[in-house]
């Protein structure tokens, strides 16, 4: 199965650029996805990237996939202070599989 | 996008009882997903429950602690039987469109 890796936590101050990462082992996933999840809420999908694509933006949010490496990154440019939250990456195990594999989740806090 | 309702959004339970918690979705999906996520823990697939059919349930999940009804296309249970405090955690549905995964806001159960 899919193992996911993410940093746990990641403290920017309001304003700048904020990364988060995740490694996967499981190539074979076709969409991978950045869910956030606000304290206390369920969890909203942000974006997601199809496996063929390098690079997603959306607005403030830039996805970077290295499928080399194995290496998904989540750029928030212009860090605000509801931005804080747990933000998952996700995985689609293989092409025709409907169950997600999600990292541990990277806790982002905002300093004004 | 599909929009999720679960109920309740809490609760507290006393050790030895059962909870049942349900989920409307506001069109009809074949497939719908119960995930767990345990205090500062990923999400773990519970199982999935398809329409008509038996629950498929994950690896150490067992349908005689986590029954699952599904009657028809928009709406599904989950029970947590016999609770313990090992028990409490956030369940959450799902339900997978043709590229993304919705969730609803979670049910944060506390076992005492």
């Known amino acids: 199965g899919e193992d996911v890796e993410q940093s746990l936590f990641l403290s920017v101050r309001e304003g700048d650029s904020s990364v988060i990462n995740c490694t996967y082992t499981?190539?074979?996933?076709?969409?991978l996805y950045w869910y956030k999840q606000e304290p206390g809420a369920g969890l909203q999908l942000l974006t997601y990237?199809?496996?063929?694509?390098d690079m997603k933006q959306d607005q403030r949010l830039t996805v970077l996939l290295n499928k080399k490496d194995k290496h998904l990154s989540l750029r928030i440019a212009d860090t605000q202070t509801g931005d804080s939250a747990i933000y998952f990456c996700a995985f689609q195990e293989g092409a025709g599989s409907y169950q997600l594999t999600f990292g541990k989740g990277t806790k982002l806090s905002v300093i004004p | 996008s599909a929009v999720i309702s679960q109920k309740p959004s809490r609760d507290i339970c006393q050790r030895g009882t059962s909870l049942t918690i349900q989920c409307q979705v506001d069109?009809?999906?074949?497939?719908m997903f119960w995930y767990r996520q345990q205090p500062g823990q990923s999400l773990t697939l519970i199982a999935t429950?398809?329409?008509?059919?038996?629950?498929?349930?994950e690896s150490g999940f067992v349908i005689d602690k986590f029954p699952i009804s599904r009657p028809n296309l928009t709406f599904s249970t989950l029970t947590v039987s016999n609770m313990s405090p090992e028990d409490s955690s956030i369940y959450l549905c799902?339900?997978?469109?043709?590229?993304?995964?919705?969730f609803g806001q979670g049910t944060r159960l506390t076992v005492v």
């Open positions: 990237i199809f496996s063929n694509m």
């Open positions: 799902s339900v997978k469109g043709q590229r993304k995964a919705f």
């Open positions: 069109s009809q999906v074949t497939m």
């Open positions: 499981d190539s074979s996933s076709t969409y």
């Open positions: 429950a398809n329409q008509g059919s038996e629950a498929t349930y």
